[in-house]
Protein backbone atom coordinates (compact mmCIF):
# COMPACT_ATOMS: atom_id res chain seq x y z
CA UNK A 1 0.00 0.00 0.00
CA UNK A 2 1.23 3.57 -0.96
CA UNK A 3 1.39 6.53 1.98
CA UNK A 4 -1.52 9.13 1.33
CA UNK A 5 -1.01 12.10 -0.93
CA UNK A 6 -2.35 14.28 2.08
CA UNK A 7 1.00 13.12 4.25
CA UNK A 8 3.53 12.86 1.57
CA UNK A 9 6.29 15.59 3.12
CA UNK A 10 8.63 14.71 5.42
CA UNK A 11 7.62 17.41 7.46
CA UNK A 12 3.89 16.10 7.48
CA UNK A 13 5.01 12.57 8.03
CA UNK A 14 6.77 13.67 11.59
CA UNK A 15 4.34 15.35 12.42
CA UNK A 16 0.62 14.01 10.46
CA UNK A 17 -1.92 14.86 13.11
CA UNK A 18 -3.61 17.70 12.13
CA UNK A 19 -3.90 16.24 8.86
CA UNK A 20 -5.80 13.37 10.37
CA UNK A 21 -7.80 15.76 12.77
CA UNK A 22 -8.67 17.84 9.39
CA UNK A 23 -9.54 14.21 7.54
CA UNK A 24 -11.48 13.21 10.83
CA UNK A 25 -13.87 16.22 11.08
CA UNK A 26 -13.76 16.73 7.35
CA UNK A 27 -14.25 12.83 5.95
CA UNK A 28 -14.47 10.55 8.77
CA UNK A 29 -15.31 7.54 6.44
CA UNK A 30 -13.74 7.66 2.80
CA UNK A 31 -12.22 5.70 -0.28
CA UNK A 32 -9.48 7.42 -1.55
CA UNK A 33 -9.21 6.11 -5.29
CA UNK A 34 -5.51 6.51 -5.55
CA UNK A 35 -4.95 3.77 -3.18
CA UNK A 36 -7.83 1.69 -3.89
CA UNK A 37 -8.98 1.43 0.00
CA UNK A 38 -11.16 3.06 2.48
CA UNK A 39 -10.16 5.44 5.14
CA UNK A 40 -11.65 5.38 8.63
CA UNK A 41 -10.56 8.48 11.01
CA UNK A 42 -12.82 8.28 13.99
CA UNK A 43 -12.63 6.21 17.68
CA UNK A 44 -15.38 5.09 17.41
CA UNK A 45 -15.68 3.41 13.60
CA UNK A 46 -12.22 1.91 14.18
CA UNK A 47 -13.03 0.38 17.53
CA UNK A 48 -16.19 -1.05 15.64
CA UNK A 49 -14.04 -2.80 12.56
CA UNK A 50 -11.54 -3.97 15.51
CA UNK A 51 -14.56 -5.86 17.63
CA UNK A 52 -15.91 -7.45 14.46
CA UNK A 53 -13.88 -9.76 12.92
CA UNK A 54 -16.68 -11.48 11.22
CA UNK A 55 -17.33 -8.86 9.58
CA UNK A 56 -13.49 -7.48 8.80
CA UNK A 57 -10.79 -10.14 7.93
CA UNK A 58 -7.51 -10.11 8.77
CA UNK A 59 -6.27 -13.06 6.23
CA UNK A 60 -3.71 -11.40 3.59
CA UNK A 61 -2.79 -13.44 0.50
CA UNK A 62 1.00 -12.89 0.55
CA UNK A 63 4.24 -11.70 1.70
CA UNK A 64 6.16 -12.54 5.13
CA UNK A 65 3.77 -12.82 7.57
CA UNK A 66 1.02 -15.24 5.55
CA UNK A 67 0.60 -18.24 7.82
CA UNK A 68 0.59 -16.49 11.04
CA UNK A 69 -2.00 -15.30 13.75
CA UNK A 70 -1.86 -11.83 12.59
CA UNK A 71 -3.37 -12.92 9.03
CA UNK A 72 -5.67 -15.59 10.43
CA UNK A 73 -9.26 -15.60 11.22
CA UNK A 74 -11.21 -17.82 13.99
CA UNK A 75 -11.75 -20.41 14.24
CA UNK A 76 -8.16 -21.51 13.49
CA UNK A 77 -6.82 -18.24 14.98
CA UNK A 78 -9.00 -18.81 17.86
CA UNK A 79 -7.19 -22.13 18.47
CA UNK A 80 -3.67 -21.19 17.18
CA UNK A 81 -3.66 -17.63 19.82
CA UNK A 82 -4.57 -20.03 22.77
CA UNK A 83 -1.28 -22.33 22.15
CA UNK A 84 1.28 -19.09 21.84
CA UNK A 85 -0.62 -17.74 24.69
CA UNK A 86 0.66 -20.14 26.96
CA UNK A 87 3.68 -20.08 25.95
CA UNK A 88 3.89 -16.21 25.85
CA UNK A 89 2.80 -15.98 29.51
CA UNK A 90 2.77 -12.40 31.55
CA UNK A 91 5.39 -14.93 34.11
CA UNK A 92 7.90 -15.93 30.90
CA UNK A 93 7.86 -11.79 30.57
CA UNK A 94 9.00 -10.70 33.94
CA UNK A 95 11.38 -12.77 34.11
CA UNK A 96 12.92 -11.10 31.21
CA UNK A 97 13.01 -7.76 33.45
CA UNK A 98 16.60 -8.27 34.78
CA UNK A 99 17.90 -9.25 31.34
CA UNK A 100 16.60 -6.43 30.17
CA UNK A 101 18.21 -4.05 32.27
CA UNK A 102 21.42 -5.75 32.31
CA UNK A 103 21.08 -4.96 28.49
CA UNK A 104 20.32 -1.63 28.66
CA UNK A 105 23.13 -0.36 31.23
CA UNK A 106 25.54 -2.48 28.72
CA UNK A 107 24.44 -0.61 25.56
CA UNK A 108 24.36 2.71 27.61
CA UNK A 109 27.74 1.99 28.61
CA UNK A 110 29.38 1.90 25.11
CA UNK A 111 28.35 5.54 24.51
CA UNK A 112 28.34 7.15 28.15
CA UNK A 113 31.67 8.98 28.07
CA UNK A 114 30.88 10.28 24.55
CA UNK A 115 27.84 12.59 25.51
CA UNK A 116 26.16 11.81 22.67
CA UNK A 117 24.40 9.21 20.76
CA UNK A 118 21.79 7.91 17.88
CA UNK A 119 18.99 6.39 20.28
CA UNK A 120 17.89 4.10 17.44
CA UNK A 121 21.33 2.74 16.96
CA UNK A 122 22.48 2.53 20.53
CA UNK A 123 19.81 1.63 22.56
CA UNK A 124 15.93 1.33 20.90
CA UNK A 125 17.50 -0.94 17.66
CA UNK A 126 19.48 -3.79 19.48
CA UNK A 127 17.59 -3.85 22.69
CA UNK A 128 14.32 -5.96 21.30
CA UNK A 129 16.40 -7.65 18.52
CA UNK A 130 18.70 -9.30 21.73
CA UNK A 131 15.86 -9.73 24.19
CA UNK A 132 13.22 -11.38 21.74
CA UNK A 133 16.89 -13.71 20.76
CA UNK A 134 17.09 -14.55 24.36
CA UNK A 135 13.29 -15.01 24.78
CA UNK A 136 13.61 -17.39 21.36
CA UNK A 137 16.59 -19.73 22.45
CA UNK A 138 18.86 -18.35 19.74
CA UNK A 139 22.80 -18.66 21.16
CA UNK A 140 24.54 -15.89 22.16
CA UNK A 141 27.12 -16.98 19.33
CA UNK A 142 24.68 -15.93 16.18
CA UNK A 143 23.12 -12.97 18.12
CA UNK A 144 24.85 -11.04 15.54
CA UNK A 145 23.83 -13.18 12.54
CA UNK A 146 20.57 -12.92 13.99
CA UNK A 147 20.48 -8.91 14.31
CA UNK A 148 21.65 -8.45 10.83
CA UNK A 149 18.90 -10.51 9.04
CA UNK A 150 15.94 -9.32 10.87
CA UNK A 151 17.03 -5.85 10.59
CA UNK A 152 16.51 -6.88 7.08
CA UNK A 153 13.15 -8.05 7.86
CA UNK A 154 12.34 -4.61 8.66
CA UNK A 155 14.12 -2.14 6.73
CA UNK A 156 12.09 0.47 5.09
CA UNK A 157 12.60 1.92 1.96
CA UNK A 158 14.51 4.25 1.10
CA UNK A 159 12.59 6.87 -0.20
CA UNK A 160 8.71 6.79 -1.23
CA UNK A 161 9.64 5.64 -4.93
CA UNK A 162 8.66 2.53 -6.27
CA UNK A 163 11.47 1.24 -7.66
CA UNK A 164 12.83 1.80 -3.44
CA UNK A 165 9.55 -0.06 -2.35
CA UNK A 166 10.75 -3.01 -4.78
CA UNK A 167 13.85 -3.25 -3.35
CA UNK A 168 12.72 -3.26 0.06
CA UNK A 169 10.28 -5.96 -0.76
CA UNK A 170 13.06 -7.72 -2.61
CA UNK A 171 15.66 -7.62 0.40
CA UNK A 172 13.09 -8.45 2.56
CA UNK A 173 12.73 -11.61 0.64
CA UNK A 174 16.16 -12.82 0.63
CA UNK A 175 15.97 -11.95 4.10
CA UNK A 176 12.69 -14.05 5.18
CA UNK A 177 14.37 -17.01 3.30
CA UNK A 178 17.55 -16.56 4.98
CA UNK A 179 15.90 -16.75 8.92
CA UNK A 180 13.66 -19.39 8.07
CA UNK A 181 16.44 -21.70 7.27
CA UNK A 182 18.31 -20.97 10.30
CA UNK A 183 14.65 -21.39 12.62
CA UNK A 184 14.07 -24.41 11.10
CA UNK A 185 17.57 -25.80 12.20
CA UNK A 186 17.06 -24.89 16.12
CA UNK A 187 13.25 -25.91 15.56
CA UNK A 188 14.55 -29.54 14.92
CA UNK A 189 17.43 -29.35 17.58
CA UNK A 190 15.23 -28.14 20.03
CA UNK A 191 12.57 -31.23 19.23
CA UNK A 192 15.38 -33.55 20.17
CA UNK A 193 16.85 -31.41 23.16
CA UNK A 194 14.00 -29.45 24.78
CA UNK A 195 15.52 -26.52 26.71
CA UNK A 196 13.88 -23.77 28.70
CA UNK A 197 12.84 -21.17 25.87
CA UNK A 198 10.10 -20.09 23.60
CA UNK A 199 10.73 -21.98 20.73
CA UNK A 200 10.95 -25.38 22.95
CA UNK A 201 7.73 -24.50 24.90
CA UNK A 202 5.87 -23.92 21.23
CA UNK A 203 7.09 -27.24 20.50
CA UNK A 204 5.51 -28.92 23.64
CA UNK A 205 2.42 -26.99 23.80
CA UNK A 206 -0.66 -28.54 23.08
CA UNK A 207 -4.91 -27.72 23.32
CA UNK A 208 -7.19 -30.85 23.09
CA UNK A 209 -4.31 -33.19 22.34
CA UNK A 210 -3.16 -31.16 19.50
CA UNK A 211 0.33 -29.28 18.30
CA UNK A 212 1.60 -26.80 16.77
CA UNK A 213 3.18 -28.42 13.78
CA UNK A 214 6.88 -27.48 12.79
CA UNK A 215 6.04 -25.30 9.98
CA UNK A 216 3.32 -23.09 12.26
CA UNK A 217 5.79 -22.78 15.00
CA UNK A 218 8.46 -21.51 11.82
CA UNK A 219 5.96 -18.47 11.30
CA UNK A 220 4.88 -17.79 14.52
CA UNK A 221 9.09 -17.35 15.23
CA UNK A 222 9.03 -14.57 12.07
CA UNK A 223 5.98 -13.19 13.04
CA UNK A 224 7.53 -12.08 16.50
CA UNK A 225 10.58 -10.80 14.53
CA UNK A 226 8.76 -8.72 12.06
CA UNK A 227 5.93 -7.61 15.08
CA UNK A 228 8.15 -7.27 18.21
CA UNK A 229 11.53 -5.59 16.90
CA UNK A 230 10.98 -2.36 14.64
CA UNK A 231 7.84 -1.63 16.42
CA UNK A 232 9.26 -1.97 20.48
CA UNK A 233 12.17 0.79 19.02
CA UNK A 234 9.78 3.07 17.73
CA UNK A 235 7.77 3.64 20.93
CA UNK A 236 11.14 3.87 22.95
CA UNK A 237 12.45 6.29 19.76
CA UNK A 238 8.84 8.06 20.11
CA UNK A 239 9.11 8.52 23.82
CA UNK A 240 12.34 9.82 23.93
CA UNK A 241 11.29 12.41 20.54
CA UNK A 242 8.85 13.21 23.14
CA UNK A 243 10.75 14.39 26.07
CA UNK A 244 13.13 16.00 23.80
CA UNK A 245 10.57 18.40 22.40
CA UNK A 246 8.83 18.99 26.06
CA UNK A 247 11.65 19.54 28.82
CA UNK A 248 8.37 19.62 31.27
CA UNK A 249 7.32 16.19 30.63
CA UNK A 250 11.40 15.25 30.61
CA UNK A 251 11.61 17.08 33.93
CA UNK A 252 8.16 15.21 35.80
CA UNK A 253 9.17 12.01 34.83
CA UNK A 254 12.67 12.30 35.99
CA UNK A 255 12.19 13.51 39.49
CA UNK A 256 9.17 10.78 39.65
CA UNK A 257 10.15 7.58 37.53
CA UNK A 258 7.02 5.69 39.29
CA UNK A 259 5.62 7.98 36.41
CA UNK A 260 7.18 6.24 33.38
CA UNK A 261 4.61 3.48 32.95
CA UNK A 262 2.32 6.12 32.33
CA UNK A 263 4.78 8.19 30.13
CA UNK A 264 4.58 4.56 27.91
CA UNK A 265 0.84 5.09 27.66
CA UNK A 266 0.56 8.55 26.63
CA UNK A 267 3.11 7.78 24.05
CA UNK A 268 1.57 5.18 22.72
CA UNK A 269 -1.19 7.07 22.43
CA UNK A 270 -0.31 10.39 21.18
CA UNK A 271 2.89 8.64 18.84
CA UNK A 272 1.85 5.60 17.99
CA UNK A 273 4.34 3.05 16.69
CA UNK A 274 1.72 0.85 14.17
CA UNK A 275 -0.54 4.41 13.12
CA UNK A 276 -2.84 1.83 10.96
CA UNK A 277 -4.05 -1.55 10.92
CA UNK A 278 -5.78 -2.66 7.82
CA UNK A 279 -8.60 -4.93 7.63
CA UNK A 280 -11.03 -6.38 4.68
CA UNK A 281 -14.70 -6.41 4.01
CA UNK A 282 -16.36 -10.02 4.42
CA UNK A 283 -19.65 -9.16 3.28
CA UNK A 284 -21.45 -5.65 2.47
CA UNK A 285 -21.17 -3.68 5.45
CA UNK A 286 -22.09 -0.13 7.04
CA UNK A 287 -19.21 2.03 8.78
CA UNK A 288 -20.66 5.47 9.58
CA UNK A 289 -22.99 5.97 7.72
CA UNK A 290 -21.09 4.96 4.61
CA UNK A 291 -22.06 1.42 2.50
CA UNK A 292 -18.47 -0.45 1.82
CA UNK A 293 -19.26 -3.36 -0.42
CA UNK A 294 -17.98 -7.04 0.21
CA UNK A 295 -14.08 -7.59 -0.06
CA UNK A 296 -12.54 -4.16 0.23
CA UNK A 297 -9.50 -3.28 1.85
CA UNK A 298 -10.07 -0.92 4.84
CA UNK A 299 -7.55 0.97 6.51
CA UNK A 300 -8.50 1.91 10.59
CA UNK A 301 -6.01 5.45 11.79
CA UNK A 302 -5.07 4.44 14.90
CA UNK A 303 -3.26 7.51 15.44
CA UNK A 304 -6.24 9.79 14.02
CA UNK A 305 -8.47 7.30 16.76
CA UNK A 306 -6.52 8.02 19.32
CA UNK A 307 -6.81 12.14 19.10
CA UNK A 308 -10.72 11.44 18.45
CA UNK A 309 -12.25 14.82 21.02
CA UNK A 310 -15.20 12.16 21.86
CA UNK A 311 -13.09 9.86 23.07
CA UNK A 312 -10.07 11.54 24.97
CA UNK A 313 -9.97 15.54 26.81
CA UNK A 314 -7.96 17.62 25.13
CA UNK A 315 -6.84 14.77 22.89
CA UNK A 316 -3.41 17.00 21.64
CA UNK A 317 -1.91 17.59 25.10
CA UNK A 318 0.59 14.77 26.28
CA UNK A 319 0.11 14.48 29.58
CA UNK A 320 1.00 11.97 32.47
CA UNK A 321 -2.57 12.69 34.25
CA UNK A 322 -5.01 10.40 32.34
CA UNK A 323 -6.83 8.33 34.87
CA UNK A 324 -7.70 6.05 31.73
CA UNK A 325 -5.98 5.86 28.58
CA UNK A 326 -7.91 3.27 26.38
CA UNK A 327 -6.00 4.04 22.76
CA UNK A 328 -5.65 1.60 20.35
CA UNK A 329 -1.90 1.30 19.21
CA UNK A 330 -1.89 -2.42 20.50
CA UNK A 331 -4.74 -3.08 18.52
CA UNK A 332 -8.41 -4.60 19.79
CA UNK A 333 -9.97 -7.80 20.57
CA UNK A 334 -9.17 -10.77 19.66
CA UNK A 335 -5.73 -9.30 17.77
CA UNK A 336 -4.72 -7.54 20.70
CA UNK A 337 -0.82 -7.54 20.72
CA UNK A 338 0.22 -10.81 22.12
CA UNK A 339 3.73 -8.84 22.62
CA UNK A 340 1.84 -5.27 24.86
CA UNK A 341 3.39 -6.41 28.24
CA UNK A 342 6.56 -7.34 26.84
CA UNK A 343 6.96 -4.53 24.74
CA UNK A 344 5.45 -2.14 27.56
CA UNK A 345 8.32 -3.69 30.28
CA UNK A 346 11.47 -2.89 27.77
CA UNK A 347 9.77 0.59 26.99
CA UNK A 348 9.86 0.78 31.08
CA UNK A 349 12.97 -0.33 31.66
CA UNK A 350 14.80 1.57 29.14
CA UNK A 351 13.69 5.18 29.62
CA UNK A 352 14.03 4.36 33.61
CA UNK A 353 17.32 3.82 33.42
CA UNK A 354 17.93 6.85 30.38
CA UNK A 355 16.61 8.96 32.82
CA UNK A 356 18.52 7.69 35.80
CA UNK A 357 21.86 7.38 33.52
CA UNK A 358 22.14 11.09 32.21
CA UNK A 359 21.26 14.80 33.62
CA UNK A 360 19.37 15.88 30.43
CA UNK A 361 18.62 14.71 27.15
CA UNK A 362 18.58 17.10 24.46
CA UNK A 363 18.00 16.75 20.55
CA UNK A 364 21.11 17.87 18.59
CA UNK A 365 20.67 21.41 16.81
CA UNK A 366 20.73 21.81 13.42
CA UNK A 367 19.30 18.03 12.59
CA UNK A 368 16.25 17.27 11.08
CA UNK A 369 14.52 14.16 12.28
CA UNK A 370 14.07 11.91 8.86
CA UNK A 371 10.74 10.12 9.29
CA UNK A 372 10.42 6.34 7.99
CA UNK A 373 8.44 6.67 5.03
CA UNK A 374 5.88 3.93 5.84
CA UNK A 375 2.29 4.35 5.98
CA UNK A 376 2.04 1.72 8.79
CA UNK A 377 4.95 2.52 10.76
CA UNK A 378 5.37 5.84 12.75
CA UNK A 379 8.50 6.56 13.90
CA UNK A 380 12.01 8.25 12.95
CA UNK A 381 15.05 6.70 11.30
CA UNK A 382 17.68 8.27 14.01
CA UNK A 383 17.42 10.52 16.76
CA UNK A 384 20.72 12.04 17.76
CA UNK A 385 20.86 13.23 21.39
CA UNK A 386 23.53 15.34 23.86
CA UNK A 387 23.04 14.09 27.16
CA UNK A 388 25.23 15.11 30.42
CA UNK A 389 25.53 12.70 33.19
CA UNK A 390 24.13 12.18 36.82
C1 LIG B 1 -0.46 -7.80 17.07
C2 LIG B 1 1.22 -3.33 17.84
C3 LIG B 1 5.12 -5.13 20.08
C4 LIG B 1 3.73 -9.58 18.78
C5 LIG B 1 -0.35 -6.43 17.14
C6 LIG B 1 -1.37 -5.51 16.69
C7 LIG B 1 -0.88 -4.25 16.88
C8 LIG B 1 0.43 -4.38 17.48
C9 LIG B 1 -1.56 -2.94 16.53
C10 LIG B 1 -2.74 -5.86 16.11
C11 LIG B 1 -2.73 -5.96 14.61
C12 LIG B 1 -4.07 -6.28 14.03
O1 LIG B 1 -5.10 -6.22 14.72
O2 LIG B 1 -4.11 -6.58 12.82
C13 LIG B 1 2.40 -3.44 18.53
C14 LIG B 1 3.16 -2.31 19.07
C15 LIG B 1 4.25 -2.83 19.71
C16 LIG B 1 4.19 -4.27 19.56
C17 LIG B 1 2.75 -0.85 18.94
C18 LIG B 1 5.36 -2.13 20.43
C19 LIG B 1 5.22 -1.00 21.02
C20 LIG B 1 5.08 -6.50 19.95
C21 LIG B 1 6.05 -7.42 20.49
C22 LIG B 1 5.66 -8.67 20.09
C23 LIG B 1 4.44 -8.53 19.33
C24 LIG B 1 7.26 -7.04 21.34
C25 LIG B 1 6.30 -10.01 20.36
C26 LIG B 1 7.49 -10.22 20.75
C27 LIG B 1 2.49 -9.46 18.22
C28 LIG B 1 1.73 -10.61 17.71
C29 LIG B 1 0.53 -10.09 17.21
C30 LIG B 1 0.56 -8.65 17.42
C31 LIG B 1 2.18 -12.07 17.73
C32 LIG B 1 -0.59 -10.89 16.55
C33 LIG B 1 -1.66 -11.24 17.53
C34 LIG B 1 -2.85 -11.90 16.89
O3 LIG B 1 -3.04 -11.78 15.67
O4 LIG B 1 -3.61 -12.55 17.63
N1 LIG B 1 0.72 -5.71 17.64
N2 LIG B 1 3.07 -4.58 18.84
N3 LIG B 1 4.11 -7.20 19.27
N4 LIG B 1 1.75 -8.32 18.03
FE1 LIG B 1 2.36 -6.47 18.53
Same mark, same amino acid.
Given at each position: ??????????????? $??????????????????????????????????????????????????????????????T??R?????????????????????? @??? =????????? @???????????????? *??? +???????D?? +???????V +???????????A?????????????????????? *?????V???????? =???????????????????????????????????I?????Y?????????????N +????????????????????????????????????????????????A?????????P?????????????????????? =??????????????????????????????????? $?? $???????????????Q
Open positions: LIPMSEIASNADQLF $PFPIFNSLRQKTPVRYDEARSCWDVFRYEDVHYILKNPKLFSSERGSGTLQGSILTMDPPRHKMNLVNKAFTPKAVKDLKNKIEEV @TLY =LLDQVNEKG @TMDLVHNLAGPLPVII *IAE +LLGVPAKRD +LFKTYSD +LVAGAKDNSNEFQRMAQKRKEGSEFIKEYFKKI *ILERKNPEEDLIS =LLLAAKIDGEKLTEEEVLSFCVLLLVAGNETTTNLTNAVRMTEDKNIQEQART +LPLIPKLVEETLRFYPPIQAIGRVTKEQVKVGGKTIQKGEQVICWVASNRDEQKFAEDRFTLERKLNPHLSFGFGIHFC =LGAPLARLEAEVALVTLLSTFAKLEGVKGTELEAI $PS $PFVFGVKRLPLKFTR
